[in-house]
């Protein structure tokens, strides 16, 4: 097996498409927080 190891050098990767995929994330872990939230006082207030 051929060893094809170029140099790499810490910190020189493009991580652009992953900070916009964890902002995605967080964003929708926010929301679907503040949903539950919402749905839970809801639930709370009109209760029967």
Same mark, same amino acid.
């Given at each position: +097996? %051929? *060893?094809?190891? /170029?140099?790499? /050098?810490? #910190?020189? +990767? *493009? @991580?652009? %498409?992953?900070?916009?995929? !964890? $902002? #995605? !994330?967080?964003? =929708? #872990?926010?929301?679907?927080? @503040? $949903?539950? @939230?919402?749905?839970?006082? =809801?639930?709370? @207030? =009109?209760?029967?």
């Amino acid at each position: +097996m %051929a *060893d094809h190891h /170029e140099p790499h /050098e810490h #910190g020189t +990767m *493009d @991580i652009t %498409a992953q900070e916009k995929t !964890f $902002a #995605g !994330f967080l964003t =929708f #872990g926010t929301r679907l927080t @503040i $949903a539950c @939230i919402a749905v839970l006082i =809801f639930l709370a @207030i =009109f209760r029967t």
